[in-house]
């Protein structure tokens, strides 16, 4: 029997395979920050949502009262592990100024779906924590002295012209952006029932989807 998308998930955090990409999870643990960059297929695997993602069509998509059931302290351990090197990766955790700039575009959707994905594995208060920390913090910026928000140095670095952090082209700000993604998962969570035996999840089938449609046109909706 194949096994469901989330249980191919936990296999993959707990180092039993590799995912759809020939990537143990150790490996991309090891990442250095230019890999970490410039693979835009990593994220997912780490950060599972209920969602399929439109542009990593391989990843697993949790079934949430699943993930409930099948979660132990190896894959805890392992997420925090992989939080805590995003975290380092945008300058939030140890605190890094000069890194901040990076949380934006294709990173500020993967910072939305690290937050939810917490949320989901039982981390909330941690995802708020990491949120209020990103939102609230000030640094100086090489444009204007005067220190600003972060969610307002995303948003002066997207510009007019690319909407990274305003979903349906609304002009939300990333702060918006960002607690609306963290509010929605904490709703789920707690419209799901999690004593409940899990429902069917669809199977993951390995198997090369139809060639995506070329999105390097529009970059700003990367990783989702």
Same mark, same amino acid.
């Given at each position: 029997?194949? +096994?469901?998308?989330?249980?191919?998930?936990?296999?993959?955090?707990?180092?039993?395979? &590799?995912?759809?990409?020939?990537?143990?999870?150790?490996?991309?643990?090891?990442?250095?920050? #230019?890999? %970490?960059?410039?693979?835009?297929?990593?994220?997912?695997?780490?950060?599972?949502?209920?969602?399929?993602?439109?542009?990593?069509?391989?990843?697993?998509?949790?079934? @949430?009262?699943?993930?409930? @059931?099948?979660?132990?302290?190896?894959?805890?351990? !392992?997420?925090? *592990? +992989?939080? !805590?090197? %995003?975290?380092?990766?945008?300058?939030?955790?140890?605190?890094?100024?000069?890194?901040?700039?990076?949380?934006?575009?294709?990173? +500020?959707? &993967?910072?939305?779906?690290? *937050? =939810?994905?917490? @949320?989901?594995?039982?981390?909330?208060?941690?995802?708020?924590?990491?949120?209020?920390?990103?939102?609230?913090?000030?640094?100086?910026?090489?444009? =204007?002295?005067?220190?600003?928000?972060?969610?307002?140095?995303?948003?002066?670095?997207?510009?007019?012209?690319?909407?990274?952090? &305003?979903?349906? &082209?609304?002009?939300?700000?990333?702060?918006?952006?960002?607690?609306? +993604?963290?509010?929605?998962?904490?709703?789920?969570?707690? #419209? !799901?029932?999690?004593?409940?035996?899990?429902?069917?999840?669809?199977?993951?089938?390995?198997?090369?989807?139809?060639?995506?449609?070329?999105?390097?046109?529009?970059?700003?909706?990367?990783?989702?």
């Amino acid at each position: 029997m194949t +096994a469901s998308a989330t249980q191919t998930y936990i296999d993959f955090m707990s180092s039993s395979r &590799r995912n759809a990409h020939g990537k143990t999870f150790q490996q991309i643990l090891n990442y250095s920050e #230019e890999e %970490m960059e410039f693979d835009h297929e990593y994220i997912q695997w780490l950060f599972p949502l209920p969602e399929p993602s439109p542009y990593n069509p391989l990843a697993p998509v949790i079934n @949430v009262a699943e993930l409930q @059931v099948l979660l132990t302290d190896q894959i805890k351990h !392992n997420l925090e *592990l +992989a939080a !805590n090197k %995003m975290l380092d990766f945008w300058g939030i955790e140890p605190w890094n100024p000069q890194k901040l700039p990076i949380l934006n575009g294709h990173n +500020a959707l &993967r910072f939305s779906r690290v *937050l =939810q994905s917490l @949320v989901y594995h039982g981390y909330r208060t941690k995802a708020e924590e990491i949120l209020q920390k990103a939102l609230s913090v000030s640094i100086p910026t090489s444009s =204007q002295k005067k220190a600003r928000s972060i969610s307002s140095v995303i948003s002066s670095i997207a510009g007019n012209t690319k909407p990274c952090l &305003r979903p349906s &082209r609304d002009r939300v700000s990333g702060l918006t952006y960002w607690e609306t +993604a963290y509010l929605t998962a904490c709703e789920r969570m707690e #419209e !799901n029932n999690v004593s409940k035996e899990p429902s069917d999840d669809k199977e993951y089938i390995e198997q090369s989807p139809e060639k995506p449609k070329d999105t390097t046109k529009k970059r700003v909706r990367y990783e989702r």
